[in-house]
């Protein structure tokens, strides 16, 4: 038995047959166990909703937004809680302790954040945080169709256990 969190991308693959990697994603999602506990995180849903609601008032066609919020709101949520909460600003720590110089002021927003050793940004949202400080909080195998997110996370957060497909 595994207990999966899925994540905002790889929902977004997961009903929309016009992704690229959509039949990797499918197969993925057709190899879940019927012991398996697969959770959508509420950030997902929010996610999905903001992306529909910004489409909408652009004009553009929603239905396909539509439809993968139908279908990820089957799944059981996980939701953020006190304890989400504590193991978020661990995870915000470690990433900046990994990442950042901190003999200077870190800028305020993660979106800012720029590695140390390369000065890229590191391209790190706070939704993917609170997903992330999700997965760590109940040791749940993270899926996602997002290799920066691991790339950025794995290094930082040694116990995150994460899957890219």
Same mark, same amino acid.
């Given at each position: 038995?595994?207990?999966?969190? $899925?994540? *905002? !991308?790889? %929902?977004?693959? $997961? ?6 990697? &959509? ?9 879940? *166990?019927? #012991?398996?506990? %697969?959770? $959508? ?5 929010? =996610?999905?909703?903001?992306?529909? /609601? ?12 539509? #439809?993968?919020? =139908? ?8 939701? %953020?809680?006190? #304890? ?13 302790? #990994?990442?950042?110089?901190? *003999? ?6 993660? /979106?800012?954040? @720029? ?7 590191? @391209?790190?949202?706070? !939704? ?7 997965? %760590?909080?109940?040791?749940?195998? $993270? ?9 950025? &996370? ?12």
């Amino acid at each position: 038995m595994e207990q999966i969190l $899925l994540d *905002t !991308n790889f %929902v977004s693959v $997961l009903f929309d047959s016009r992704r690229l990697n &959509f039949e990797a994603v499918q197969a993925r999602a057709q190899a879940f *166990t019927e #012991h398996d506990l %697969v959770y $959508l995180s509420a950030i997902v849903l929010a =996610e999905l909703r903001y992306g529909m /609601e910004a489409a909408q008032r652009a004009g553009q066609d929603v239905i396909h937004i539509r #439809h993968t919020l =139908e279908q990820a709101a089957t799944y059981p949520l996980a939701q %953020v809680g006190r #304890h989400t909460a504590e193991v978020y600003g661990d995870v915000k720590a470690r990433l900046a302790d #990994h990442y950042l110089d901190l *003999t200077r002021r870190p800028p305020r927003w993660i /979106e800012n954040w @720029q590695d140390r050793a390369s000065s890229q940004m590191l @391209q790190v949202d706070e !939704n993917d945080l609170w997903i992330v400080a999700q997965a %760590v909080e109940r040791d749940y195998l $993270l899926l996602t169709s997002d290799q920066r997110l691991a790339d950025r &996370f794995r290094p930082a957060i040694a116990e995150l256990r994460v899957e890219v497909v």
